[in-house]
């Protein structure tokens, strides 16, 4: 049986989805040198907004008009991760981060309703 292209995007978003999660889960594990001079960092603020960006967006992609739950279920997987940054060696549990994490949420929802919106009108 032969999947519409909408079947096939949701299956995609979903795997997409869930290796990204993993992949959340898997570098929140890494340990780092600690590092003396607290400093700012773009790069750790894009992989925060960009991670859960995307992390979301296709969560979004793969299930649809459930807006509120994916975004209280990605806050949720947001925060779950920095508080497993808390058990981890030289890393730390950061409230900053978990807004950026919030952030690209938000951006990566916003985006996903526009993609849907761009679906749907073809």
């Excluded at 096939?8 to 989805?17: E, G, N, P, Q, V």
């Excluded at 209280?72 to 950026?100: K, M, W």
Aim: proline share 3%; charged share 10%.
């Amino acid at each position: 049986m032969k999947l519409s292209l909408l079947a096939r995007i949701k299956k995609s978003a979903f795997f997409l989805a869930v290796v990204i999660g993993i992949i959340i889960f898997y570098v929140s594990s890494l340990s780092f040198p600690p590092n003396p001079i607290k400093q700012f960092s773009w790069s750790t603020i894009a992989y925060h907004f960009g991670i859960f960006f995307l992390f979301s967006f296709f969560i979004f992609l793969s299930l649809g008009a459930y807006f509120f739950l994916i975004a209280l279920f990605s806050a949720s997987y947001a925060g779950l991760d920095e508080l497993h940054q808390f058990f981890i060696p030289n890393r730390a549990c950061t409230f900053s981060d978990f807004l950026v994490d919030l952030a690209g949420i938000l951006a990566g929802l916003i985006f996903a309703l526009f993609i849907a919106k761009l679906l749907n009108k073809t």
